[in-house]
């Protein structure tokens, strides 16, 4: 596959990850079922095309029990200001996730 053409491929599948993103959130309410379903897909897509998600993006839902994220609700977000680190903690299945920030 030439070079182009894998360019092509990778900005529709990241089309296609901000529409899951999109469903995700849309549906989370009345449906998290349906929201765990569209993340799960989302990160296949993520692991198959090697594609790279923002950060945003990947702090938007968890990626252990594909819980979308929200801050308050589903995960816990703590600010660890002597380490500069933010915690996000997933009230589903207690995935914790570290970052640095400046
Ligand atoms: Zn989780």
Same mark, same amino acid.
């Given at each position: 596959?030439?070079?182009?053409?894998?360019?092509?491929i990778?900005e529709t599948v990241? $089309?296609?990850?901000? @529409?899951?993103?999109?469903?995700?959130?849309? +549906?989370?309410?009345? @449906?998290?079922?349906? +929201?765990?379903? =569209? %993340?799960? %897909? %989302? &990160?296949?897509?993520?692991?198959? =095309?090697?594609?790279?998600?923002?950060?945003?993006?990947?702090?938007?839902?968890?990626?252990?029990?594909?819980?979308? &994220?929200?801050?308050?609700?589903?995960?816990?977000?703590?600010? $660890?200001?002597?380490?500069?680190?933010?915690? =996000?903690?997933?009230?589903?299945?207690?995935?914790?996730?570290?970052?640095?920030?400046?």
């Amino acid at each position: 596959m030439d070079k182009r053409s894998k360019k092509v491929i990778k900005e529709t599948v990241r $089309d296609r990850i901000e @529409h899951l993103l999109k469903e995700a959130r849309s +549906s989370f309410r009345t @449906h998290p079922e349906r +929201s765990v379903r =569209y %993340l799960k %897909l %989302l &990160w296949k897509l993520v692991q198959k =095309y090697k594609v790279r998600i923002t950060k945003e993006q990947k702090l938007s839902f968890c990626k252990k029990c594909f819980t979308l &994220w929200v801050p308050g609700r589903t995960v816990e977000i703590f600010f $660890d200001q002597r380490n500069s680190v933010i915690e =996000y903690k997933c009230k589903k299945c207690k995935f914790k996730r570290r970052l640095k920030y400046k």
